[in-house]
């Protein structure tokens, strides 16, 4: 099912998106991720990644947010981006688990070319519970994650479900 917000934003409602697995979990840390991509089947990558998330045992998936479809921005000329927003619970530290999604990321193909790049998957640390983390390697809350569309829209939509 598709709900079109705009000209530039549909959202996308699929098996996997939006869903609620869990209402709680006794894993120590809340973490928001975003999801994107904008090469390959991204809406097979993404039920690829939350099927890899939800076997392993260092997180317990709880819910899931609607996709988007959205144009990209700063190098605009590529495909629109798919995003999506999973809040989940884990016992790893930042880094461990930057080092775990970014190992993700290159299992479903990401290649690094060059910043805002066409990509297969790209996940972002939006929230790590309630820290604030700023050093070379990450950045938490995720920088500017308040004036992107691709983030905003989904989480809203989520908080629903």
Known sequence: ?????NDNLTL???NNFPKKLKS?????YLVTIGIGGNIGNTKKIFDKLLLSLKSNK????????PLLTNPPFGFLEQN??????????????????LKIMQR????????????????TLDIDIIFFDNKKINTKK?????????NRESVIIPLKYMMNI
């Open 1 to 5: 099912m598709k709900k079109k917000l």
């Open 12 to 14: 996308h409602y699929t």
């Open 24 to 28: 709680s979990s006794n894993k120590k």
């Open 58 to 65: 260092k997180f317990s998936i709880l819910r899931t947010s």
């Open 80 to 97: 629109d981006f798919l995003n999506g927003i999973i809040a989940l619970k884990t016992n790893l530290s930042p880094n461990e688990f």
């Open 104 to 119: 993700l990321e290159k299992r479903y193909g990401r290649k690094r070319s060059f910043q805002d790049a066409p990509r």
């Open 138 to 146: 990450l950045i938490v809350p995720h920088k500017d994650w308040a």
